[in-house]
């Protein structure tokens, strides 16, 4: 697992797949969530803001 930022509020994310696909992330605080789109767009990550759903959609693959 990789951690984001050794930050003591925030989860680990998943390995990647194997193969292509989305996946759907819905982080329990805006603390969070603010600090995967940060890493998503420093890192250059297909992702898409969902603020409807309240989750960020990332591209796999």
Not at 6 to 20: A, I, M
Not at 39 to 55: F, I, V, W
Request: net charge positive; with cysteine.
């Amino acid at each position: 697992m990789t951690q984001v930022n050794g930050c003591g509020r925030c989860q680990t994310l998943p390995e990647p797949p194997d193969g292509p696909g989305r996946l759907f992330l819905w982080p329990p605080l805006g603390h969070s969530l603010g600090k995967l789109v940060a890493h998503l767009r420093e890192a250059g990550g297909s992702y898409q803001l969902r603020t409807d759903a309240h989750c960020v959609v990332v591209g796999m693959g």
